[in-house]
Antibody, heavy 118, light 107 residues
Framework: EVQLVESGGGLVQPGRSLKLSCAAS????????MAWVRQAPKKGLEWVAT????????YYPDSVKGRFTISRDNAKSSLYLQMNSLKSEDTATYYC???????????WGQGVMVTVSS | DVQMTQSPSYLAASPGESVSISCKAS??????LAWYQEKPGKANKLLIH???TLQSGTPSRFSGSGSGTDFTLTIRSLESEDFAVYYC?????????FGSGTKLEIK
């Protein structure tokens, strides 16, 4: 059974940093692109980052480019999101997601909440 | 960026009825369109990919249609478990973008 479990969320002040983790199990992690998607309170879904199988390629929307860094450790079946220079608009539930071979996100975690506030 | 316009944002229906949700892309995305279901306390679920291909495990009462810029999710013979929020998403190009969601409630 595919499982994605996020951790590392919490309350952080504007301008500070936070690192999220996602522990994957139930599939060969190194064979799949992985991603982070977020959802602000009472809002819709927003794609945050994608990383290739080896980690050599990463993709971001303009809203987080230069502030967020996605990375992975295939030996540990883990995905990470380093978030720097956090802003109040980064407040959201962050989901780890697996990109399936057909390209959409075929498995999602339950999410971890990040609140950016002074 | 490809803007995804989803409608309606809210839909009320009764069990047994059929409903349709529209998703329009601001430019052609071929058939690179997915539909997801969001329910409280559960992980988001991929229902349909490639515009019309049911993901393994998706009940046959769900169907997707369309290509290019206009897509539709149809749910026939609604069951109680179908009342949820639905999102479309294009994966034709970066940045990946989602529709704003449709909340399907019991009438």
């Amino acid at each position: 059974e595919v499982q994605l479990v996020e951790s590392g969320g919490g309350l952080v002040q504007p301008g500070r940093s936070l690192k999220l983790s996602c522990a994957a199990s139930g599939f060969t992690f190194s064979n799949y692109y992985m991603a982070w998607v977020r959802q602000a309170p009472k809002k819709g879904l927003e794609w945050v980052a994608t990383i290739s199988t080896s980690g050599s390629r990463t993709y971001y929307p303009d809203s987080v480019k230069g502030r967020f860094t996605i990375s992975r450790d295939n030996a540990k079946s883990s995905l990470y999101l380093q978030m720097n220079s956090l802003k109040s608009e980064d407040t959201a539930t962050y989901y780890c997601a697996r990109r399936g071979y057909n390209n959409p996100f075929d498995y999602w975690g339950q999410g971890v909440m990040v609140t950016v506030s002074s | 960026d490809v803007q995804m316009t989803q409608s309606p944002s809210y839909l009320a229906a009764s069990p047994g009825e059929s409903v349709s949700i529209s998703c329009k892309a601001s430019k052609s995305i071929s058939n690179n369109l997915a539909w997801y279901q969001e329910k409280p306390g559960k992980a988001n679920k991929l229902l349909i990919h490639s515009g019309s291909t049911l993901q393994s495990g998706t009940p046959s009462r769900f169907s997707g249609s369309g290509s290019g810029t206009d897509f539709t999710l149809t749910i026939r013979s609604l069951e109680s478990e179908d009342f949820a929020v639905y999102y479309c998403q294009q994966y034709n190009e970066y940045p990946l973008t989602f529709g704003s969601g449709t909340k399907l409630e019991i009438k």
